[in-house]
């Protein structure tokens, strides 16, 4: 008995031991990546090596931000937990520092158009649910920093479906998807509610047909529109002068 309790406890204090040190590790790497970044002045010039090696750096920011966005969700693994888990002091400065990175203006401002990002709903959520899945954290990073780069923009959400099952239960999973990908903008970028709009459309507004599968896969989307609505919000973030255009396409994911 007594041997089971030391074996107990031996083993108790190495992964205590274990966690500590690769938490250790977890911190002092993506501390270090950050600090890369940050020590990159941004250029407006292209071709200058300080232009690549900055957008190197964000690149592997948001890797960083994907590994502990799901660590939030999922929980920490293992290797990592025994209540020694401290990433997420990291997590959220790592989501400010990426929605507040600029793209260098190196031409002249397009005329303020409503611009509209395209999201493919597989990639964000489960079929029939309106719960983001926790690899959408990409996806969504990347519209979060097309939006930034507008602030004071009305985001209007809107959510859509295919034409399986009724109505009224495609109009609620479809405003249900739009507030959920809302929600996360809202936490992750520190965009106030009075920037945004949440709209559900159900089946009403199809951009393909929906007698084939790939057809009802287009139809499945969440379209964010960004409107150029003089004093709709204030976003609170530095620097909010300096803008980059989001390209007059839309982004479809």
């Known amino acids: ?11 108790a204090v190495v992964a205590l031991t274990s966690s500590a040190w690769q938490n250790t590790l977890l911190l002092r790497q993506v ?5 890369r970044y940050t020590s990159i002045a941004p250029t407006a010039r292209p071709e200058q090596p300080e232009y690549a090696r900055r957008e190197d750096a ?11 966005d799901s660590y939030y969700r999922l929980g920490a693994p293992l290797a990592l937990g025994l209540g020694l888990y401290h990433g997420e002091r990291l997590r959220e400065r790592l989501l400010t520092t990426i929605a507040e990175h600029r793209q260098p203006v190196t031409r002249p401002l397009p005329a303020r158009t409503a611009r509209t990002v395209r999201l493919d ?5 489960s079929t029939a649910s309106a719960q983001l899945k ?20 009305l985001i209007v959400i809107a959510g859509h479906t295919d034409a399986v099952g009724s109505d ?8 249900a998807r739009a507030a959920a990908v809302r929600d996360w903008m809202q936490r992750m970028g520190g965009i106030p509610d009075s920037c945004f709009a949440v709209q559900g459309f159900g089946k009403s507004q199809p951009i393909a047909s929906n007698d084939t599968e790939a057809g009802r896969q287009a139809n499945r989307r969440v379209d964010i529109r960004l409107v150029p609505e003089v004093g709709a919000c204030a976003l609170p973030t530095a620097g909010a002068d300096v803008q980059s255009p989001v390209a007059n396409a839309a ?3």
């Open 134 to 153: 926790p690899e959408s954290t990409r996806v969504l990073i990347d519209a979060l920093v097309g939006i930034k780069a507008q602030p004071g923009w």
């Open 31 to 35: 501390s270090d990546d950050l600090r």
């Open 121 to 125: 709903s597989l990639s964000l959520f």
């Open 1 to 11: 008995m007594v041997i089971a309790v030391w074996l107990f406890a031996g083993a």
């Open 251 to 253: 982004f479809v994911y």
């Open 168 to 175: 009224e239960h495609n109009l609620q999973l479809s405003r």
């Open 58 to 68: 964000l690149n592997v920011l948001r890797e960083d931000a994907v590994r502990l």
